[in-house]
Nanobody, 117 residues
Framework: QVQLVESGGGLVQFGGSLRLSCATS????????IGWYRQDFQTPGKGREW??????????RYADFVEGRFTISRDNARNTVYLQMDNLKPQDTGVYYC????????WGRGTQVTVSS
């Protein structure tokens, strides 16, 4: 059974930092690209948006709004992906999800990040 479990969210002040984790199981982790997405449920009509991805070969890519503030990494021995977020802004508020396409789209339940101004 494929599982993705996010953790590490919380309430942080403007300019603060958080480190999110996504612990996975049930698929050959090291062979798959893993992404982070987020959704701001407080803004009507705003859907889930892509944040970052780390490929199986450890190449990373980021959304433009990240602007060098986030770092995605993976630990294949722990089947875990991390998202280090620094210099957080109120517009980074949202529920953060990790994702893998293993036979179908797989999502965790998310972890809430709230940045106060």
């Amino acid at each position: 059974q494929v599982q993705l479990v996010e953790s590490g969210g919380g309430l942080v002040q403007f300019g603060g930092s958080l480190r999110l984790s996504c612990a996975t199981s049930g698929f050959p982790f090291s062979l798959y690209d893993i992404g982070w997405y987020r959704q701001d449920f407080q803004t009507p009509g705003k859907g889930r948006e892509w944040v970052a991805i780390i490929q199986s070969n450890e190449i990373t890519r980021y959304a433009d709004f990240v602007e060098g503030r986030f770092t995605i990494s993976r630990d294949n021995a722990r089947n875990t992906v991390y998202l280090q977020m620094d210099n957080l802004k109120p517009q980074d508020t949202g529920v953060y999800y990790c994702h893998v396409f293993y036979r179908q789209d797989r999502w965790g339940r998310g972890t809430q990040v709230t940045v106060s101004s």
